[in-house]
Structures are given as structure tokens and as C-alpha cells.
């Protein structure tokens, strides 16, 4: 079992910065690759950014190329999404997942989700 942790959300204006961050508690961190993703009211939950096990390997959704940067420290088993230039379409509960070593775009390959944390942007 991993359990994560998210915190680091809240209200910002657009134009503003955040960063987000996933504590994990558990198996080993770097088994693991990490993943953000957001969901909005009435929408599907959709892919933000992943990094692999290792951290070498970074993906990120194309609205968000960018603007945002995924990092991790695995000394401190946390993984970061560092967002700027925030627009009020990033407005979402942001979640936190753990899966496949890769890292990856697909819900389905993540097998551990955080309870996510509210970031709003006003305009």
C-alpha cells in the first residue's frame, strides 16, 4: 500500500503561482512513477503531468506545457507540481497518483490516489 498526501492548493489570481505537493508513505517511493491530475466540476478526471521512478522522465498535458514543471525528491518520498501562470480554466481538485515505474498519462495505470487539493483561480 502507498498512501499520499497532497497540500499546497488554495486560491490564487490569474497570472499567480502554486506549487503542490504529495507526501508518500509506504513502498518503496522510487518503484513508483507519479502522476498529477485535475478534475473540474462537471468534468472528467484528466491528465496534468507524470515522472518516472527515477525522475528522468517527465510528460505533461499540453494545455499545461509550459507553465507547469513536475519534480521529485525521492530522499524525501514527495513528489511536486510547480504551476505558473495560472489561468481560471486550471481551476480543478488536483490529485496525486502513484503507478507504473514509467510514469504515465493513463488513469488506469495508477493503482494509489491522494484525496486531492482545491486550486482556484480567479480572474
Known amino acids: 500500500q502507498v498512501q499520499l498526501v497532497e497540500s499546497g492548493g488554495g486560491l490564487v489570481q490569474a497570472g499567480g503561482s502554486l506549487r503542490l505537493s504529495c507526501a508518500a508513505s509506504?513502498?518503496?517511493?522510487?518503484?513508483?512513477?507519479m502522476g498529477w491530475f485535475r478534475q473540474a466540476p462537471g468534468k472528467e478526471r484528466e491528465f496534468v503531468a507524470a515522472?518516472?521512478?527515477?525522475?528522468?522522465?517527465?510528460y505533461y498535458a499540453d494545455s499545461v506545457k509550459g507553465r507547469f514543471t513536475i519534480s521529485r525528491d525521492n530522499a524525501k518520498n514527495t513528489v511536486y507540481l510547480q504551476m505558473n501562470s495560472l489561468k481560471p480554466e486550471d481551476t480543478a481538485v488536483y490529485y496525486c497518483?502513484?503507478?507504473?515505474?514509467?510514469?504515465?498519462?493513463?488513469?488506469?495505470?495508477?493503482?494509489?490516489w491522494g484525496q486531492g487539493t482545491q486550486v482556484t483561480v480567479s480572474s
Open positions: 515522472i518516472s521512478g527515477s525522475g528522468y522522465s517527465t
Open positions: 497518483a502513484a503507478g507504473r515505474s514509467y510514469g504515465s498519462r493513463f488513469r488506469s495505470e495508477y493503482d494509489y
Open positions: 509506504g513502498r518503496t517511493f522510487t518503484n513508483y512513477g
